[in-house]
């Protein structure tokens, strides 16, 4: 049953920071966790991957 307090249609997007696991070519826990919760929140919202750009000292989509 779905919370009625809970509306898809009214989230907005979620800007997640995934730039360790943008730049490490490792498989570790922290890389998996990461996609496994973009997946997951992609499902339910707009997530929006974002990494961190130092030349820009910006984020970058």
Same mark, same amino acid.
């Given at each position: $049953?779905?919370? +009625? /307090?809970?509306? /898809? @249609?009214?989230?907005? /997007? =979620?800007?997640?920071d995934?730039?360790?696991?943008?730049?490490?070519? @490792? @498989?570790?826990?922290?890389?998996?966790?990461?996609? @496994? =919760?973009?997946?997951?929140?992609? *499902? /339910?919202?707009?997530?929006? +991957? $974002?990494?961190?750009?130092?030349? =820009?000292? *910006?984020? *970058? =989509?």
């Amino acid at each position: $049953m779905q919370n +009625p /307090k809970f509306n /898809k @249609n009214k989230i907005g /997007k =979620l800007f997640i920071d995934v730039t360790q696991s943008c730049r490490s070519s @490792n @498989n570790s826990g922290i890389q998996v966790v990461t996609r @496994n =919760l973009f997946r997951e929140i992609n *499902s /339910k919202c707009k997530a929006v +991957p $974002m990494i961190w750009d130092d030349r =820009l000292c *910006s984020y *970058s =989509l």
